[in-house]
DNA sequence: CGCGGAAAGTGGAACGTTCCAACGCTACTG
DNA sequence: CAGTAGCGTTGGAACGTTCCACTTTCCGCG
């Protein structure tokens, strides 16, 4: 129960010294005497004395706190870039403050919001549903860096992420190698990444001189989604052979609607995946899939927002990071008699 | 870039009234009037004013935050519980600061000791790893609630869990009565729920007359944990003819380790997981579970954890939900001749 | 033996809020 | 027309730190 916490001061007068002392001690310098020290130290930890951290954060003007927005815990995929990103704070010595959205856009601003309001010093923004403009804005005020997506621009935005398009095309040629023509794209809808797969699964169907095979149908970025455009996919005539979802995540879905629907994953139809969530590398689900680094793309947005926020006035940086085609069980070559003359 | 941000009294300042009078306007105070609200409104818009959260919760002694602990993000399971724990925080008012230990009782700890340092009125600890003692040291000094757990307690402790043993007994019914009799577990290692998880076996497989069949392997609850403990599992002779395996990520890697063996599930072996995870009810995994009410876990516990900020002094409570087993496609009569005269 | 300088310790002023007691008005009441 | 009630507004004192400029103490050295 929280009667009136001991403060500075508390400890100061059990330790007989002055509150600017118990301060310095408590923060390890040098100049302070071996006896005071363990003095404070000692009525420290019988008050059970513990900062408070508005206070620091008010009086240093530093609350040495980054703040991290992701998109959606439900899929494992944040958890592996948050691991990359946490690590990496942390050996910066700067805690994190995590938030979620929901993929709603008013929360996700709301919540950035917060951030800002608890004065953190930097923002990691791990995939997002938000106006460009919102962006911008915030940026103004914090070193921000994008995760994921980089058609937001501004002088202090940074980014991390993949060729979306070119992995999509890894992806398509994969199917197409595999002897693959009727191949679907189910997309995960209005957003930027969505988009930029839907475009290299359209330009790699041309490229393969399959562009009148083309076919998209919009779904979203989760299981639910994928599943329910699959089932579409799966009315086509003549159907698909192949499918190539916009993430791991939809393309599981998918996969359980050929399933549900008495076809066999990859004899009747192949699935292809994106974004390498370790999940998917089960023999279960053995996912076809294509790769991001994730861990990695969290480390190296952490690295670029310390390196910001040590160096405001830097360039603002792209980085790209590759793309990866895993192959998996969810793949094959498509039945004989599915085999139009190729 | 984030020169000097304005404060209320840049505010105050520009509108021509005093600080106080921004203050009460800023939040939304009915003693400003129309006239110097909108004023004063202007004028913080103008200069991109936002109040500073750790000079607000200094004056107000009240951060109006709830911290939370997770024990793992790549477990979907825990998205949620979250998933309740926030809705019902925002519908108070309150924000979130949400923190992981990975499972570390030291990283733990350390992320616990923050969360309490940035005042925090109240702790929800969703599974956890941590000694007795540290959580009711915690629990001095803060409101604290405890999901999946209740092996702690303390005035100020209360939790919601389910019963594990009952929930691990259903598992073992549900095999015995689709005529199962080598039957083991794949535990979960040396934590609190896996260990309830495992008398819940122990108690009724005896119950069931099959004491002597049986036998506990130690895993632990990740995919990797129940793939290395089913490849054990399967070199049994006899080779058991179903699993209970701890949790439902355990279960996927079960389920891998036997497909990888070349053998099926539910045909050869029979997997049960534990949680209810959203995922296992795709028709890829259709994992047969006992499912705990999850989202309804962490409102109740957001629900408990008010109810204690505004009662510190009521008894501490322990809530029991009811887990319940969901049959699937993962589970199924053992083959005939698996089939021991029963 | 006095002096300089380092080491150890101090009190007060910030930091950006909220709260509180008190203020000046205006408008009503008797 | 004095008294009072309320409204809108105000300055100052908190809140618990850190930082800074300063003091005291002590030591070695010329």
Redo the contacts with the bound molecule.
Sequence with gaps: MSE?????????ARA????????????GS????????S?ILAAAAELG????A?????????SHTVGVLVLDLHNPVFAEILDGVQSEVRTHGYSTMLVTGGADPDLEQAELEKLLEFQVEGLIVIAHRLPGSVLRRIAKECPLVVVTRDDVTGPSIDTVRNDDVAGARLAVEHLVALGHRRIVHLSGGDNRVSQDRRDGYLEAMRTAGLAGQSCVIDGALTDAGGYSAAQQALDLEPRPTAMFAANDMSALGAIAAVQDRGLGVPGDVSVVGYDGMSLGALRTLSLTTVAQPLGEMGALAARRLFDRIDHPRRRSVRLRVDAALVPRGSTAPPRRSDHPRG
């Excluded at 007989?16 to 923060?27: D, E, H, Q």
């Design positions: 009136a916490r001991p403060t500075i001061h508390d400890v100061a007989g010294v002055s509150k600017s002392l118990v301060s310095l001690a408590m923060r040098p100049k302070v005497s071996e006896r005071s020290r003095l004395y513990r900062p408070n508005a206070a620091r954060s008010l009086a240093d003007r530093r």
